[in-house]
C-alpha cells in the first residue's frame, strides 16, 4: 500500500456495514486539485458538517493501490476505528447522500432524486464532451450551440419539476437533497467555465426563477458557504481553470 493512503479494514460486508452506519466519521479524500470529479463528494462532505481532509496525490505511486484506478476515492474512518474504502464517484456521492439525509425519506422520493440526479448528469457529460474537450478555437461556437439546443430543454422541464413542488427551491420535498445540490454543482460550474467570448449561459434570477432559487438555496447554507469562501476552494478554482485551459 502507498505509504500515504489509509488501509481499510478487511472483513465480511456485514460487519463494515454495521461499522458504516457511524454518525460520527471521519473522512479522507484523495482526488486531484481541481474540482471534476471530486466536486460533489467534497460538497457533499462540506455540507454534511463532518470531519474531512485531502490526501496529497502521488498519482503514479498510488494509482495500482485504488480499487478501480482512478480517483477520487474516499477513506472513512467510523467512530470504532473500521476503516472504509469508497470508490467511484457516483457510488461515492449516493452514499455520502443516503448517510446524512439526502437521499430521501422513502424509495419513491430515492427514485424521484435519481431521475434528477441523472437528467443533470446528462447535461454535465454533454458540457464536458462538447466544451471541455473541444479544441480551443471550437469552444465558444460548441458553447453556444449547448445553450440553445441542450440547455432550454433541461431548464423547461426543471422549471416545471420545480414549480410541482411549490416552487420552494426543492425538487422533493421541502428540504435539500442530493437533487438540489447536483444541480446547483452543474449551474455553478457552467457559469464558472464560460469560455471567453461565448454567449450568457441563460441561466438566472429573471430567466430560470426555480432553478436559481435551488442554486441560492443550497449555496446559502452556512457549512457550503464557509466551504465556497476557503483558500481551498479558491485553489480549486483555479487548478480546474488552469487544467482545462478556461
Not at 12 to 38: C, P
Not at 91 to 109: M, Q, T, V
Not at 175 to 202: Q, W
Request: net charge neutral; charged share 20%.
Amino acid at each position: 500500500m502507498a505509504a500515504s493512503l489509509p488501509v481499510p479494514t478487511q472483513a465480511d460486508t456485514t460487519t463494515l456495514g454495521h461499522a458504516a452506519a457511524s454518525t460520527n466519521s471521519t473522512f479522507k479524500i484523495l482526488y486531484f486539485g481541481l474540482h471534476g470529479r471530486g466536486e460533489l463528494t467534497r460538497t457533499l462532505l462540506a455540507y454534511s458538517g463532518a470531519k474531512w481532509e485531502e490526501l496529497p496525490v502521488d498519482w503514479p505511486n498510488q494509482k495500482e493501490h485504488t480499487p478501480f484506478k482512478c480517483l477520487p476515492v474516499v477513506y472513512e474512518t467510523t467512530q470504532d476505528g473500521t476503516i472504509l474504502e469508497l470508490a467511484e464517484s457516483q457510488a461515492i456521492e449516493r452514499y455520502l447522500a443516503n448517510k446524512y439525509g439526502l437521499y430521501g425519506k422513502n424509495a419513491y422520493e430515492t427514485h424521484k432524486i435519481e431521475q434528477i440526479f441523472s437528467s443533470a448528469d446528462g447535461v454535465a457529460q454533454a458540457f464536458s464532451q462538447k466544451i471541455i474537450g473541444a479544441a480551443q478555437d471550437k469552444r465558444v461556437e460548441e458553447a453556444n450551440k449547448l445553450y440553445v439546443e441542450v440547455l432550454p430543454k433541461f431548464i423547461g422541464i426543471h422549471e416545471g419539476l420545480l414549480a410541482k413542488n411549490g416552487s420552494s427551491g426543492h425538487y422533493v420535498g421541502n428540504s435539500i437533497t442530493l437533487a438540489d445540490i447536483k444541480v446547483a454543482n452543474l449551474i455553478d460550474r457552467l457559469l464558472f467555465l464560460r469560455p471567453n467570448g461565448a454567449d450568457e449561459v441563460p441561466f438566472s434570477a429573471a430567466k430560470t426563477p426555480n432553478l436559481w432559487k435551488v442554486l441560492e438555496k443550497v449555496n446559502s447554507h452556512p457549512s457550503l458557504a464557509v466551504w465556497k469562501k476557503s483558500d481551498r476552494y479558491q485553489e480549486l478554482n483555479a487548478g480546474t481553470k488552469s487544467l482545462f485551459k478556461f
